[in-house]
């Protein structure tokens, strides 16, 4: 059995959205021919709140790698833990593959800064590696136009350091091809070279059997009991803030035309904060108060733990999905959504590969954007309406086959498949 090593600047007990890519692929990859080996930074110098409990769903036997990194205290030079660990994640790497004890190197990004770690260990010890994309790298964020702050020189070190880093990459792979069609546009030469994949983070039925047997209390529905509870829990990042207006107004249409709706619906906005642990880092909370919709609707900005989100999802009325303005976005949260046996509620991008699944499982109703028009805020209402007092949701209509298409398993055999091909060209390129 082949060994890939995969970076993951941050990993289990982090409770960040992103250690779950590498987390469900080390589910199922052994079942593929193909050994994961955790190359992560080790907790105590993580900035995030920790959720231990999340070790209960790796696999068991799985090799984790946990190496220094500098801390942000008494000084905060940088935050990004990619760049901390850096230098610690080198050394693991190059021990790991000067031992034979690697065949190959996967990284995810972000953190992006581990990027170029591939083409360093390739240029020390021959490793072929690949980059995955859970983000596009090079594109515009807040405050990326700003000359001379940190984000501007962040977006001009990417611009600088991609090219460089996925130069010799053997393999490239994304949530979509969307997510890194931008850099193979700018750097033609990456396509001829390196295999290219797209897998979706999927999700594991191990998740939810775990949860369904630990059950949780769930405390942001205590005042609302009785009510249809509609949750949705996530970031909220500035492309799907116009997603989020519409459905806000669309909502407060509903109020007025019906004004009982307090005491028969509310909506949780939930980890949805400018960070994860702010407590006071609204993102929702003032378009609600704008729309004067304080008494349907909340906004919890802190991140949960992920287990704690999985029990509010299974025990909500309903589970909200929200896309964004951008095409290439297809929200991971999606299949947790399914997974959680509730109706689904989504506002999503046409192109998005979410619309797809959700529509083919039978699992939920979604409305529809694209990059210039949102639906009339008359016409969420009336979706809203529909999903809340009529709805037809039964889990034994439910397609669980078109589901398994897209889980967790299924995104770690077309990784695996990539993987073989790209081991299998970058020896055939030695061997020349």
């Excluded at 469900?24 to 050994?35: A, I, Q, T, Y």
């Excluded at 801390?71 to 593959?97: E, K, M, N, S």
């Excluded at 750097?187 to 994949?197: I, K, S």
């Amino acid at each position: 059995m082949k060994r890939v090593a995969i970076v993951a600047a941050h990993f289990v007990p982090s409770n960040l959205a992103g250690v779950h890519r590498s987390r469900l692929w080390s589910l199922h990859l052994r079942e593929f021919g193909w050994e994961p080996v955790i190359v992560t930074t080790h907790w105590d110098y993580y900035e995030e709140r920790l959720e231990p409990e999340l070790a209960e769903l790796l696999p068991p036997n799985l090799r984790i790698v946990r190496t220094k990194a500098f801390r942000t205290r008494p000084v905060r030079w940088v935050g990004d833990v990619g760049i901390r660990a850096f230098p610690w994640h080198y050394r693991a790497l190059v021990r790991l593959a000067q031992a034979r004890e690697i065949d190959f190197l996967h990284i995810t990004i972000p953190s992006n800064f581990s990027a170029p770690l591939g083409r360093l260990v390739w240029r020390r010890t021959g490793l072929p590696y690949g980059i995955d994309y859970i983000d596009p790298w090079v594109k515009p964020f807040p405050g990326s136009d700003r000359p001379f702050t940190k984000a501007w020189a962040a977006a001009r070190l990417g611009e600088w350091l991609e090219p460089w880093a996925v130069a010799k990459a053997s393999l490239i792979t994304g949530i979509n091809r969307a997510y890194y069609q931008g850099m193979l546009d700018r750097n033609p030469g990456v396509a001829e070279r390196a295999v290219l994949a797209a897998m979706p983070y999927g999700g594991s039925e191990r998740d939810h059997e775990y949860a369904a047997r630990h059950p949780r209390p769930t405390p942001l529905f205590a005042e609302h009991a009785g009510k249809f509870n509609l949750i949705y829990a996530g970031t909220m990042w500035p492309p799907a803030f116009g997603v989020r207006d519409r459905l806000l107004e669309g909502l407060a249409v509903l109020r007025r035309r019906r004004p009982q709706l307090a005491a028969e619906f509310h909506l949780h906005f939930v980890g949805t904060g400018k960070s994860p642990d702010d407590p006071h880092g609204f993102n929702v909370r003032p378009q609600i108060e704008a729309l004067g919709l304080q008494d349907c609707a909340s906004e919890h900005p802190q991140r949960r733990p992920y287990l704690d989100v999985l029990a509010h999802l299974h025990a909500a009325s309903g589970v909200l999905v929200l896309g964004s303005t951008e095409p290439h976005y297809s929200p991971s949260k999606i299949f947790q959504a399914v997974m959680s046996r509730r109706p689904v509620f989504a506002f999503l991008h046409e192109q998005s590969t979410a619309l797809e699944l959700l529509r083919a499982s039978n699992a939920g109703v979604a409305l529809t954007l694209n990059e210039t028009r949102l639906p009339d805020a008359a016409v969420v209402a009336e979706a809203l309406e529909r999903f809340i007092y009529a709805n037809g949701y039964s889990a034994d209509r439910v397609r669980w086959d078109v589901l398994a298409e897209h889980s967790a398993r299924a995104s770690a055999r077309v990784l695996a498949r990539a993987l073989d091909e790209a081991y299998a060209r970058a020896s055939a390129s030695r061997r020349i």
